[in-house]
Antibody, heavy 122, light 112 residues
Framework: EVQLVESGGGLVQPGRSLRLSCTASGFTFGDYAMSWVRQAPGKGLEWVGFIRSKAYGGTTEYAASVKGRFTISRDDSKSIAYLQMNSLKTEDTAVYYC?????????????WGQGTMVTVSS | NFMLTQPHSVSESPGKTVTISCTRSSGSIASNYVQWYQQRPGSSPTTVIY?????PSGVPDRFSGSIDSSSNSASLTISGLKTEDEADYYCQSYDSSNHGGVFGGGTKLTVL
């Protein structure tokens, strides 16, 4: 079964850091780009960032709202994608979803995880 | 940069057909593929249409997607509506000017 499972969410104070993990199973993780999408309480979906597969350089892209604070990486040997979040702000409070993409470079999101809640509050 | 604009809500009766629009604010809708995602209450999103009009395996053929260059918009059409189709629907595309993903604001579909 193709599956994505996020972990690492929780309550964190403003200015602190948190790392989310997305563990994949059921497909050849290294062949696909991965993306992170978030959803603030009661709001719509917001794209956070993206990492291409190694075959397409493994490069990353970020939304303006998180650029310079968030970093996406991947460990293809473990089938895990990471979202390192630094200098967290209250407006980063959201459910964070990881998604696999349909190939190594496109932004066509395919499989979605169940999400992990991040609450930034003092 | 561009925005994708969707109606806030639509409603229709079971068995009927509904169409949800997604209008691109600048640049051609045909420039980059459009995807559609369904999010039922309390659940994570799932993909119902990718690359404008392709259905993932397991998505019923009651769901179809299209683009219209004259109105610069994409559309998701759901025929033979079922109560289980009641959900939020989001369109999404790629902004090649900044290598970013773009989501529409979402449309709440009520089947009553």
């Amino acid at each position: 079964e193709v599956q994505l499972v996020e972990s690492g969410g929780g309550l964190v104070q403003p200015g602190r850091s948190l790392r989310l993990s997305c563990t994949a199973s059921g497909f050849t993780f290294g062949d696909y780009a991965m993306s992170w999408v978030r959803q603030a309480p009661g709001k719509g979906l917001e794209w956070v960032g993206f990492i291409r597969s190694k075959a397409y350089g493994g490069t990353t892209e970020y939304a303006a709202s998180v650029k310079g604070r968030f970093t996406i990486s991947r460990d293809d040997s473990k089938s895990i994608a990471y979202l390192q979040m630094n200098s967290l702000k209250t407006e980063d409070t959201a459910v964070y979803y990881c998604t696999s993409c349909r190939d190594g470079y496109s932004y066509a999101f395919d499989i979605w995880g169940q999400g992990t809640m991040v609450t930034v509050s003092s | 940069n561009f925005m994708l604009t969707q109606p806030h809500s639509v409603s229709e009766s079971p068995g009927k057909t509904v169409t949800i629009s997604c209008t691109r604010s600048s640049g051609s809708i045909a420039s980059n593929y459009v995807q559609w995602y369904q999010q039922r209450p309390g659940s994570s999103p799932t993909t119902v249409i990718y690359e404008d009009n392709q259905r993932p395996s397991g998505v019923p053929d009651r769901f179809s997607g299209s683009i219209d260059s004259s109105s610069n918009s994409a559309s998701l059409t759901i025929s033979g509506l079922k109560t289980e189709d009641e959900a939020d629907y989001y369109c999404q595309s790629y902004d090649s000017s900044n290598h970013g993903g773009v989501f529409g604001g979402g449309t709440k579909l009520t089947v009553l």
